[in-house]
Nanobody, 116 residues
Framework: QVQLVESGGGLVQPGGSLKLSCAVS????????MSWVRQAPGKGLEWVSE????????YYADSVKGRFTISRDNAKNTLYLQMNSLKPEDTAVYYC?????????WGQGTQVTVSS
């Protein structure tokens, strides 16, 4: 079955960096676009970034543009999100997500907390 497992979250000070990973199984990873989505405490879901199946055409939300970089390694079935210059407002649970056929799939999320 389709599985997406995020890792790499944690507590970081403002201005710091983290790199999130999303290990994928159960479908042909290299055939599908992938996204990162986040949910801050008490708020709705916010789309963060998307990358196409071959690692091109990355898109970013204005709130993270210039600070976050999405990438993927199709040989390792893994999606990444490099987050630099982190701000307290980046605090959220981060999810990787994709659509395969008629269904959306999400991981369990990884918590990122930006605080001094």
């Amino acid at each position: 079955q389709v599985q997406l497992v995020e890792s790499g979250g944690g507590l970081v000070q403002p201005g710091g960096s983290l790199k999130l990973s999303c290990a994928v199984s159960g479908f042909t990873f290299s055939s599908y676009a992938m996204s990162w989505v986040r949910q801050a405490p008490g708020k709705g879901l916010e789309w963060v970034s998307e990358i196409n199946s071959i690692g091109g055409n990355p898109y970013y939300a204005d709130s993270v543009k210039g600070r976050f970089t999405i990438s993927r390694d199709n040989a390792k079935n893994t999606l990444y999100l490099q987050m630099n210059s982190l701000k307290p407002e980046d605090t959220a649970v981060y999810y990787c997500a994709t659509t395969v056929g008629p269904r959306d799939y999400w991981g369990q999320g990884t918590q990122v907390t930006v605080s001094s």
